[in-house]
């Protein structure tokens, strides 16, 4: 059965982190969720489509550059929900940016850290969540899930958007 | 004083025979850091108008103020010139522990003019260059140079040397050091056999290793650069990322089903049986050992053995680029054939991507009716592939024609469009009608189509630093640019490509800041990089590469992909140029005054 993994403001949702849920593509996990959590429906969709800002990533890649609600799911799949932001918050998936890296960079800029997973900056607040890593061939990318809300979201989003610049070759 | 360097440059005049010796200007350090960077203004000074045949081009041998210390990956070596394939200023790099040694022999860089009455190699050795008779030398391949010359000075030698495409001036010949490593675009091979150089002997040893200004601040740097590459769940990981079990060959079957591997000279995106010459199978029937370069635990080098007509053929490495220029884009699919092209390359001393290039442009002009001569051969001619190389290196029938590029070639027998090139270079292994980052990537690279100038695969396939849409255009020409000014800094360190799927501009400021010993903000590197960029393309535009110059080859443009991944994708080019170019403040291809004014670059042009 496909597991279903939560993000931010799903987890208070819900009340869960992990889920296992059937079905055969996204969009019947996703039906299917909303069956159980109805509180998701107005979260997930508007009408009969994927919310725009609601992000779900199959194996670590967007399914809207896959086949949408339509991407077929193996039983062992993983599906990553991100909740849609609001408030002026930004939100990315980094790859090749380590949580712990991320820490070192937000408790030397002055960041406080109140609880796991959570910084609170200057006018800003910012969450992170290590995300299904995203998988081509034999590479396995780590990718981290990273949340800025709050006054000064921007500058900040901006100032570890920055930080995460990588490239390769 | 700028610490990490040793504050020594070889000026060295090969018709005249002198060598002198000077300490680099502060100021260039600070500009320009090193490696790409400082040898591309030294060959700005030199003039853009020299033809790249004559004495008077400059040729740099670089490294940069991290070669030779403890910094992770820092084994590469800039060869900087004039290039003969392009016209335009061209860098290349090399792995090993050439740049190392430089640096422990007590050398910045190398740089050489002139030209030699017979052919000549120089030994570098205890901060003294000499330049000594190489006659014996002339017309031996690589392999052969390496053992000659360090049974001649010690194994602690490290040799880098042309071989017969050199001294042949092929377009594309390069330089091999004896771990296999290649400088291999742009011809600076054709480069030095023009000036009769054969190689160059560097004798140096690891006690003369540069020490951090800051060793405080370096411990804390090497943690951190140290501790992003292990990362056990990074691609970089030691034994365990895929980059560092497959090298760079991984690629292979991913691109393979992205629709993203041009295959018979790009008329089509993909192949059958592309396993066979993947990183995967590689691993697993053909490995003999996982080497590496100077200071690199990630150790993505990878010794191999072939058998081809009963001989066993053992060599490094089995690239990604190289095994889909010889093999895929060549028709066929075979690993040991594959296999022995490079290794051949490898001997003669010929880039294995333009080689790959011209066999395939002959194989459809062969096919098509375009070339009609007795040596012509069809794709998947496997034997034929090999008969080609040898006749480019020695410039023989077709192999002659064939020896000036693939663009020429084609340009020669009334069909320039098919050779796939951007400024006379021939492209690498990605299809920018599958992967739209690589077509502007392609485009406004100022050494011609090169995939290492800005690697878009690094967000289009692998999410780094964000995933994007391998088929969208939008968002790649900001991609580019950020990618393009990281990379001119990184080769100016000189650190390997690589590290950049694990280190960023956070991580590169604070080594430079320990090694040089002044803070160094992590934008500073990014002012850089895009000086030193925009530098090449002022160059670029003096030498006559101006307006219009940034275009891709028609078949991406007006010929739909056939494969799945990216069926019936062609690559907008002219929508990606006008965000680029709006991001770099460029007009239509050329550096205004104003940009070359802010970064620096127009005072130290007038000479201020």
């Known amino acids: 059965?496909?597991?279903?993994?939560?993000?931010?403001?799903?987890?208070?949702?819900?009340?869960?982190?992990?889920?296992?849920?059937?079905?055969?593509?996204?969009?019947?996990?996703?039906?299917?969720?909303?069956?159980?959590?109805?509180?998701?429906?107005?979260?997930?969709?508007?009408?009969e489509a994927l919310a725009e800002r609601v992000s779900v990533f199959l194996d670590g890649r967007d399914v809207r550059y896959l086949e949408g609600l339509s991407t077929p799911l193996a039983p062992e799949a993983t599906l990553d929900l991100f909740p849609p932001v609001a408030?002026?918050?930004?939100?990315?998936?980094?790859?090749?940016?380590?949580?712990?890296?991320?820490?070192?960079?937000?408790?030397?800029?002055?960041g406080k850290r109140p609880e796991e997973g959570l910084y609170a900056l200057p006018g800003a607040k910012v969450r992170f969540a290590e995300a299904e890593p995203l998988k081509v061939g034999s590479l396995s990318v780590p990718q981290l899930w990273v949340e800025v809300e709050g006054e000064e979201a921007e500058a900040w989003f901006n100032r570890i958007v920055f930080a995460a610049s990588r490239g390769g070759g | 004083m700028l610490g990490g360097y040793a504050h020594r440059i070889a000026r060295i005049d090969l018709t005249s025979g002198k060598v002198e010796y000077f300490a680099p200007d502060p100021k260039d350090l600070e500009m320009y850091v090193g490696g790409r960077g400082l040898g591309v203004k030294y060959v700005f000074e030199n003039g853009p108008q020299v033809d790249p045949f004559s004495p008077e081009n400059l040729l740099a041998i670089m490294n940069g103020p991290l070669s030779?210390?403890?910094?992770?990956?820092?084994?590469?070596?800039?060869?900087?010139?004039?290039?003969?394939?392009?016209?335009?200023?061209?860098?290349s790099h090399m792995g090993g522990w050439t740049a190392a040694k430089l640096k422990w022999a007590g050398f910045d860089g190398l740089l050489i003019k002139g030209a030699a009455e017979k052919p000549v190699y120089l030994l570098v050795k205890d901060g003294e260059v000499s330049i000594r008779d190489a006659s014996d030398l002339w017309g031996k391949t690589t392999h052969e140079v390496h053992r000659i010359l360090r049974e001649r000075h010690g194994e602690e030698a490290d040799v880098m040397a042309i071989g017969p495409a050199g001294e042949n001036r092929v377009r594309f010949a390069n330089w091999i050091?004896?771990?296999?490593?290649?400088?291999?675009?742009?011809?600076?091979?054709?480069?030095?056999?023009?000036?009769?150089?054969?190689?160059?002997?560097?004798?140096?040893?690891?006690?003369?290793?540069?020490?951090?200004?800051?060793?405080?601040?370096?411990?804390?740097?090497?943690?951190?650069?140290?501790?992003?590459?292990?990362?056990?769940?990074?691609?970089?990981?030691?034994?365990?990322?895929g980059l560092s079990l497959y090298g760079t060959n991984v690629l292979m079957n991913i691109t393979n089903v992205m629709g993203a591997l041009p295959t018979f000279n790009a008329q089509h995106t993909c192949i059958d049986g592309v396993q066979t010459i993947s990183g995967e199978y590689i691993r697993e029937h053909r490995l003999v050992k996982d080497n590496t370069c100077h200071a690199c635990p990630v150790a993505c080098k990878k010794m191999v053995e072939v058998?081809?007509?009963?001989?066993?053929?053992?060599?490094?490495?089995?690239?990604?680029?190289?095994?889909?220029?010889?093999?895929?884009?060549?028709?066929?699919?075979?690993?040991?054939?594959?296999?022995?092209?490079?290794?051949?390359?490898?001997?003669y001393g010929m880039d294995t991507i333009e080689a790959g290039n011209a066999i395939a442009v002959l194989m459809e002009a062969t096919e098509k009716g375009y070339y009609q001569g007795e040596d012509g051969i069809r794709f998947g001619d496997k034997e034929g592939e090999i008969r080609i190389l040898e006749a480019i290196a020695h410039r023989k029938g077709v192999g002659d024609m064939l020896a000036e590029g693939p663009a020429r070639f084609a340009?020669?027998?009334?069909?320039?469009?098919?050779?796939?090139?951007?400024?006379?270079?021939?492209?690498?292994?990605?299809?920018?009608?599958?992967?739209?980052?690589?077509?502007?990537?392609?485009?406004?690279?100022?050494r011609g189509a090169c995939h290492l100038r800005a690697y878009t695969p690094a967000s289009e396939i692998l999410g780094v630093p964000y995933k994007t849409d391998p088929l969208a255009w939008e968002g790649k020409g900001k991609l580019t640019k950020l990618f393009q000014d990281l990379s001119a800094f990184t080769d100016s360190l000189d650190l390997c490509k690589f590290s950049q799927f694990a280190e960023g501009p956070e991580e590169y400021a604070k080594q430079l800041a320990a090694y040089w010993g002044r803070p160094v903000t992590p934008e500073e590197i990014l002012k850089i990089g895009e000086r030193i960029?925009?530098?090449?393309?002022?160059?670029?535009?003096?030498?006559?590469?101006?307006?219009?110059?940034?275009?891709?080859?028609?078949?991406?443009?007006?010929?739909?992909?056939?494969?799945?991944?990216?069926?019936?994708?062609?690559?907008?080019?002219?929508?990606?140029?006008?965000?680029?170019?709006?991001?770099?403040?460029?007009?239509?291809?050329?550096?205004?005054?104003?940009?070359?004014?802010?970064?620096?670059?127009?005072?130290?042009?007038?000479?201020?």
């Not at chain 2, 009769?196 to 090497?222: F, N, S, T, Y």
């Not at chain 2, 490495?317 to 889909?324: K, L, P, Q, R, V």
């Open chain 1, 1 to 47: 059965m496909p597991k279903v993994n939560l993000y931010a403001t799903f987890r208070d949702l819900t009340g869960t982190s992990h889920l296992e849920v059937e079905g055969r593509t996204v969009g019947e996990v996703l039906a299917n969720l909303v069956q159980a959590y109805p509180k998701l429906k107005e979260e997930l969709f508007e009408g």
């Open chain 1, 87 to 110: 408030g002026g918050a930004l939100t990315r998936n980094f790859g090749a940016f380590p949580a712990w890296l991320l820490e070192e960079y937000l408790a030397s800029w002055g």
């Open chain 2, 68 to 91: 030779g210390t403890r910094a992770k990956m820092s084994g590469r070596l800039a060869v900087v010139t004039k290039s003969p394939l392009t016209g335009t200023v061209t860098d």
């Open chain 2, 177 to 241: 050091n004896n771990d296999e490593r290649a400088a291999g675009r742009g011809g600076t091979g054709a480069v030095a056999g023009s000036k009769r150089l054969k190689a160059i002997v560097v004798v140096g040893k690891q006690d003369h290793m540069p020490q951090p200004k800051d060793p405080e601040l370096w411990r804390e740097a090497d943690r951190l650069a140290s501790a992003t590459i292990n990362d056990p769940k990074n691609v970089t990981a030691p034994k365990k990322g």
């Open chain 2, 307 to 347: 058998h081809v007509n009963g001989k066993t053929i053992r060599f490094e490495s089995y690239e990604y680029e190289s095994a889909w220029a010889l093999g895929a884009h060549s028709g066929h699919t075979d690993t040991d054939w594959t296999g022995y092209a490079i290794y051949l390359c490898n001997a």
């Open chain 2, 411 to 446: 340009k020669a027998i009334g069909h320039p469009e098919i050779s796939l090139e951007v400024k006379g270079q021939s492209i690498p292994a990605y299809d920018p009608r599958g992967l739209k980052g690589m077509g502007i990537a392609y485009a406004t690279s100022n």
């Open chain 2, 533 to 608: 960029y925009n530098l090449e393309r002022y160059y670029n535009n003096l030498a006559g590469w101006a307006e219009g110059s940034d275009y891709l080859p028609k078949r991406f443009l007006e010929e739909p992909s056939d494969c799945a991944g990216s069926k019936g994708q062609r690559t907008e080019l002219d929508l990606m140029l006008e965000e680029y170019y709006r991001e770099r403040g460029w007009e239509r291809g050329v550096v205004p005054p104003a940009k070359l004014a802010e970064l620096g670059i127009l005072s130290q042009a007038a000479g201020d």
